[in-house]
């Protein structure tokens, strides 16, 4: 079967995804890549914030930083662990890869300080050890795939994928 074909010029959009021991899913993060910093509506026409709840922001490179990385940890992973964790009394853990964004003193401190053990995969290892990257990510990146064929099918491959169609193609693979 043949897949879709693109030109090679690509804005990148990094996802970071979470899963709670119990099965639950933390929202996603999405990170468009936007060289001034906003993101544009029309980026986000069909994201409802009370359907959806991801967490959207963006970089100049597209790819996390050191404080998209905080920023997720304390909005993100902490409001939604923290009360399954008897509101902090508990630890929890999180399972990184190696990237500084989240591997750097601030983040590991606020973990500290937090309750929170930080795991690291060894480098270049997480595409065989990481569980979702072996489990979930690889069903994620099937679907994808699946709805951006149809999608270039739909439009007869004469549009250009943008930024503006990610979400729609994204969500329900998600």
């Not at 399954?84 to 750097?104: Q, T």
Request: aromatic share 12%; glycine share 6%; with cysteine.
């Amino acid at each position: 079967m043949l897949g879709a074909a693109q030109d090679g010029s690509r804005d990148w959009i990094t996802l970071i995804g979470s899963v709670c021991a119990d099965g639950t899913t933390l929202p996603p993060a999405i990170i468009y890549q936007a060289i001034s910093g906003n993101i544009h509506d029309s980026w986000l026409n069909d994201y409802n914030p009370e359907k959806h709840g991801c967490y959207i922001t963006s970089t100049p490179s597209g790819w996390t930083s050191e404080e998209l990385a905080l920023s997720w940890l304390t909005k993100v992973f902490d409001c939604i662990s923290k009360p399954k964790a008897r509101e902090g009394r508990d630890w929890r853990l999180l399972i990184v890869d190696g990237h500084n964004s989240h591997i750097n003193i601030r983040f590991l401190d606020w973990c500290d300080k937090h309750r929170v053990l930080v795991a690291v995969f060894p480098p270049h290892s997480t595409h065989q050890l990481q569980p979702l990257d072996v489990t979930c990510f690889r069903s994620l990146g099937h679907h994808y795939s699946l709805n951006l064929d149809k999608w270039q099918i739909a439009t007869q491959g004469l549009t250009r994928l943008s930024k503006r169609e990610f979400f729609s193609l994204f969500w329900p693979a998600f």
